[in-house]
């Protein structure tokens, strides 16, 4: 074989030298034949072949791909020294065994001198991996195992559960357990289907949460990264998968596993259930099943020594105390900054609702008259007559209300009142902040809101609108920063951005950083026509070539 030796090719001692430290002393032909193209900065197209039989290090292969690279004799495993077996137990259910076992023979053949080190890894234990062990691994192979006994093969931090479902009731019924069960901010559940079809039918249907994602086989590769990734930050809180999200991914965080049906086998379960309880942290699995399919949950409990408490949906009930709990932290963690943006639309609603209220009451309210029963109203309840204040007397028996004098009681009576609506006052505001809280969580906004220009759109600044007195024109920029001068200090109008004219040239729009909001608001005076304001709409603009002019005069 022609060698291409480094020597050969314009590369510095330098180079040469450390590129022998790592034992490459030549090219490949492929190299010697396009490096001069490569240096010389031209685009390049090769086609070359390199045969295993020149030697490699390490073969990493499918058992279909490695037996027809045997059979071609492209690949010779008479010198192999480590082998290592990985999900030996999903090769038998993939029906690679046959394979798995012929590749086998070839390595340890017995006019072999030495046997290869062996490294077997299985999350079970089927009888064709202990076959394939007993023959092939020496006796004194160490055992090593996560499993904490031989009767259970799953982990302990797991809680097992099962809930009997129609088919067509599941759907809807998963809303409510994910609801139930996964909850809280960094919380993950993954649902596990049979068949791709079902998986994308789940995902589209209109009960699941619109955070959930589907996973499987027909995804694109890359778009899996993606899906993954979103769903390790939390942008999905729902996985919709097959076997192909069963074993081999890290997923912190998952809080719960649903299957939608017992799986066709226990190792199945056992590595679906494993996604959660990890690291020590709790996790449930449950799964559905269906009156025809209670022989196979029994199948799965007896194939992995464990026991399943049966469950019944959520109720309504159940899913408003766990919402109620997490609700109840979440707006005590929203800053004020956030929930009291959204006070003016809080008070609104409040409003309408008692508005609506008054209308339905059968009563007709005016803050400065006493309250009188709507004709409409022909016997007052008693619980209205104790919060009316008023005495049964007063009602007779045709239902129509009597004389009474009312300057007899008017005086104690104003007194519980002043009391009542003082607590009443006490009550509203925080009802107005636990609603404020809830608007916030339904848009979103969780976080401090970060407060934009209403001019730029630009985040930390503040738009403020300059309207000069009527007998004066705008007619330069100049003249915004001698008005202002007048009453700000130069570390508030040297700061000024985006300095327009509005239209006929009445005045100025600018930003200014919100850190000046409060020294502006402390020091300016409107006066003779002078106005000074910060802006709530956009107004109509002056066209000009530099209206983005940042400050210029």
Known sequence: MEKFELTK???????????????????????????????????????????????????????????????????????????????????????????????????????????????????????WVSKIAQKYVSKDAHRVTLVNNNETRTVDTVEHLALLCPPHERAATIADVIRMYSHGPSSRCIIFCERKKEADELASHS????????????????????????????????????NVAARGLDIPDVELVINCAPPSSVEDYIHRS?????????????????????????????????????????SATDIV????????????????????????????????????????????????????????????KKSKQDDLQTDTSLVEENGEVGDVDMKKSKKSRKSKCDDSQADQSKSVTECERALCCALARISGKTK????RSMLTAQAGLTAYKLTVPPHVTAHRKGLAYSLLNQQLS??????????????GRTGFVFDVPDVHNAAIEKNWQNGDGLVLEKLTELPELEPEGDEMNNGGG
């Open 207 to 242: 009960a699941m949460s619109a955070d959930c994602h589907v996973f499987h086989g027909d995804i694109p590769q890359d778009k899996r990264e993606l899906i993954l990734q979103k769903f390790r930050d939390g942008k999905y809180k729902t996985l919709i998968t097959t």
């Open 490 to 503: 130069p570390e508030i109008t040297e700061t000024i951005k985006n300095l327009l004219f509005t239209k």
């Open 321 to 380: 105390e766990v919402w109620a709990k997490d609700l109840s932290g979440s707006f005590a963690e929203l800053p004020e900054s956030t929930w009291s943006v959204f006070l003016p639309a809080a008070r609104y609603i409040v409003s309408a609702l008692k508005s609506n209220s008054k209308g339905d009451s059968g009563l007709d309210v005016d803050e400065d008259e006493d309250v009188k029963p709507s004709k409409k109203s022909k016997k007052l």
């Open 9 to 127: 090719f314009d590369i510095s001692p330098e180079t040469i030298e450390r590129l022998k430290k790592i034992g490459i002393e030549s090219f490949f032909e492929v190299q010697s034949k396009t490096f001069e193209h490569v240096m010389n900065k031209e685009d390049v197209i090769a086609l070359a072949n390199r045969a295993l039989k020149n030697g490699v290090d390490v073969v990493v292969g499918t058992p279909g791909r490695v037996i027809d690279l045997l059979e071609s004799h492209t690949l010779n495993l008479q010198s192999v020294r480590l082998v290592v077996l990985d999900e030996v137990d999903r090769m038998l259910d993939m029906g690679f065994s046959a394979h798995v076992e012929q590749i086998l023979a070839s390595l340890y053949d017995e006019e072999r001198s030495s046997k290869p080190q062996t490294l077997l890894f299985s999350a079970t234990l089927p009888g």
């Open 274 to 314: 494993g996604r959660t309880g990890r690291a020590g942290r709790k996790g449930v699995s449950i799964c559905f099943y269906s009156m025809r399919q209670r022989p196979q949950l029994t199948y799965i409990e007896n194939g992995t020594g464990i026991h399943f408490r049966r469950i019944s949906a959520p």
């Open 448 to 451: 401090a809101i970060e407060a």
